[in-house]
C-alpha cells in the first residue's frame, strides 16, 4: 500500500516536472486562506494580492525552496512540495484549495502520512453512562518506521486529542489506546498481556495481566481524588497517592484466588487462599511513605 502510494506521488512529480515552472522568489507571493469552513488555501502576489494564475511554480528562500501547482481562481490544487533537504521533504497534497493528504517523506520512503477520512469510534454518553460507538470524520495519522515494520496509526481530531491510536510489528498489532476507555498490550505474536479498562460505572481502574492468555493477576484503583468528566475525560489530581484504594487479586489458573492484596488507610493486608477457596494466612502491614521507610513486620491474624 505504501509503495503504491509513493508511485502516486512519483507519477505526480514526473508530470510536474514535465510542465513549465515558473520562479519566483519566495517573498513574491503570499498564501492566503478564505474565510469559509473549511478554508481554502489561495495563492496571491504580496505586491498586488491578485491571484496567481493556474501552472507550476517555484519559489526560493535562503535555504530552502517550494515547488507547487495552482488551479483556478488561485487555489492550490495538486502537490504542494516544501524541501530544507533534498533526502527530507513535506508534501501536501491539495483539491480546489483543500488539504487532501499529507507526506513526510526522507530518503524517498514516506515517513509519516495523514488524511481525513470516515471511520467509527468510541465516543462516551453521560446519559446512559456507556461507550457507544459512532461514525465521525477523523484525521488519520501513520507513522512508519524500522524500514516499514512497524507502524502507528492514530485517529486524531477527537475530544482527547486522539480517538484511538494502535501500533503495529510486521502487521501484528502490539497495542491499542482508547484514552479514558481501554488500553491493550500485546506481545509479537500478538498474544494479551495487558489490558487496562476504565469502569465508568464504578469509577475505577482495573489492570489484569495474562501469561499465554491465563488471567494471573488483577489491580482495581479507587481513588476518591479522581475526576470522572462526563466528556468521558479521566482527571488525575492527586500525585502522592494518600486516597488510592488499591485492591489486586493473584490467580492460581486464571479463575481461583491465591491472594488478595488490599491497600487502604495507610495499611495492606495480604490474604491467602489454598486451590479449595479456604484462608490460610492474613497478614497486616503499615503501608510505607517517605517518612517511614524502615521495614516494619507484618501482624499475623491467626485463622
Known amino acids: 500500500m505504501k509503495s503504491a502510494l509513493f508511485l502516486f506521488i512519483l507519477c505526480c512529480g514526473l508530470q510536474s516536472n514535465a510542465q513549465p515552472v515558473t520562479e519566483l522568489k519566495e517573498t513574491d507571493v503570499y498564501f492566503r486562506p478564505t474565510l469559509t469552513i473549511p478554508g481554502k488555501l489561495r495563492v496571491t502576489r504580496t505586491a498586488d494580492s491578485t491571484l496567481l494564475p493556474a501552472g507550476h511554480y517555484k519559489t526560493s528562500g535562503s535555504n530552502r525552496y517550494t515547488l507547487f501547482q495552482v488551479g483556478d481562481s488561485g487555489y492550490l490544487n495538486g502537490s504542494y512540495k516544501n524541501f530544507t533537504d533534498q533526502a527530507i521533504y513535506r508534501e501536501v497534497v491539495y483539491i480546489n484549495g483543500l488539504v487532501s493528504r499529507e507526506y513526510f ?179 497486616t502491614y503499615p503501608l510505607q511513605t517517605a517518612e517511614t521507610e524502615t521495614e516494619v513486620a507484618p501482624v499475623e491474624v491467626k485463622q
Open 105 to 283: 517523506i526522507i530518503n524517498g520512503t514516506i515517513h509519516t502520512e495523514a488524511f481525513d477520512s470516515t471511520v467509527t469510534v468510541l465516543l462516551y454518553d453521560p446519559k446512559k453512562n456507556k461507550w457507544n460507538p459512532e461514525l465521525k470524520s477523523v484525521r488519520v495519522e501513520k507513522e512508519y518506521g524500522q524500514k516499514g515494520r512497524r507502524l502507528i496509526l492514530s485517529f486524531t481530531k477527537g475530544p482527547y486529542n486522539a480517538y484511538a491510536r494502535y501500533k503495529y510489528v510486521d502487521g501484528i498489532l502490539v497495542s491499542e489506546l482508547i484514552p479514558h476507555y481501554l488500553e491493550k498490550k500485546m506481545d509479537p505474536s500478538g498474544k494479551l498481556y495487558q489490558l487496562v479498562q476504565y469502569n465508568w460505572t464504578l469509577k475505577q481502574i482495573e489492570t489484569s495481566e495474562f501469561e499465554k492468555d491465563i488471567l494471573t493477576t488483577k489491580t482495581i484503583l479507587k481513588n476518591l481524588s479522581t475526576v470522572w468528566d462526563p466528556k468521558g475525560i479521566v482527571h488525575f489530581t492527586d500525585d502522592t497517592g494518600r486516597f488510592n484504594d488499591i485492591v489486586t487479586y493473584t490467580y492460581y489458573d486464571g479463575k481461583k484466588i491465591r491472594k488478595k492484596e488490599v491497600e487502604r488507610n495507610k495499611k495492606r493486608t495480604v490474604t491467602e487462599y489454598d486451590l479449595q477457596g479456604k484462608i490460610t494466612s492474613v497478614n
